[in-house]
């Protein structure tokens, strides 16, 4: 076999186009729950696992078809190791900051792109055209259709209280509840320095539109008697 047949590329590519809506469907749920790990990232992991796989699943046509006709070498080992080494380079880019995770699309992104190089060398095009084009769509128009769904957001907040104001976390639980917000469990995290409580926590806001989430919760900690200073910001989980 001298070319690769026209059957295996679109159904490669098919196969990869499903394994990504299955990863979204994955991901939606962890984007929904205001997660660090999103939707983006399940698919560029689903996508780019099931291309890997695939491509062991044709072994007659690496390299052209001629790898076993020329006695070419197996490409496996090199995948492996190239899969391995690439996937130790992403986990440095991942960085968490307090409750914030960064860098997990770019870490799966990086890792996804080292698959598509793998295709070309072995003669994929375009199965690697496509695994290209599907990681766009993850990046690029994933992101724009999650933002019309609904989603929770998770927003960390730091309160200080008034000297000598000792909060009850059941009466704050009761308050966030009647506003359509809850505290993520076991994130709360108190400390005094002898004079003022200062409580620190993860707010989940059940909203439509998570743009909306900052405003929103800012107006409820501005209502929350004795709090004499705040401070929000958004939030990944892990």
Known sequence: MDAFPDW??????????????????????RHFSGRAAGS??????CATSCAVTLLGGY??????????????GDPTN????????IGF???????KSGLNVRGLTTAASIWGSSVIGILVGVGFYLPAISLTALF????AVVPRI?????ARAAIAATLRFRAGYEPRTEAIHRFLAERGLSIAQDSLTITHDGARIELQCMIIANTVVRSEAMNRIAVEMAAMADV???TITHSSRG
């Not at 295996?8 to 749920?29: K, R």
């Not at 090199?78 to 080494?85: A, C, K, Q, W």
């Not at 380079?89 to 960085?95: H, N, T, Y």
């Not at 766009?136 to 990046?139: G, P, Y």
């Open 89 to 95: 380079l992403g986990a440095g880019i991942i960085v």
């Open 228 to 230: 004499e200073s705040y």
């Open 40 to 45: 983006q990232v399940y698919c560029l992991v």
């Open 136 to 139: 766009i769509i993850s990046v």
């Open 78 to 85: 090199v995948i492996g190791s190239i899969l391995t080494g």
């Open 59 to 72: 072994p007659s046509l690496w390299y052209w078809g001629t790898a076993h006709a020329s006695r070419g």
């Open 146 to 150: 999650e933002s019309r769904l609904p």
């Open 8 to 29: 295996a590329g679109p159904s490669m590519v098919a196969h990869m186009a499903f394994a990504l809506v299955l990863g979204w469907s994955v991901g939606y749920e």
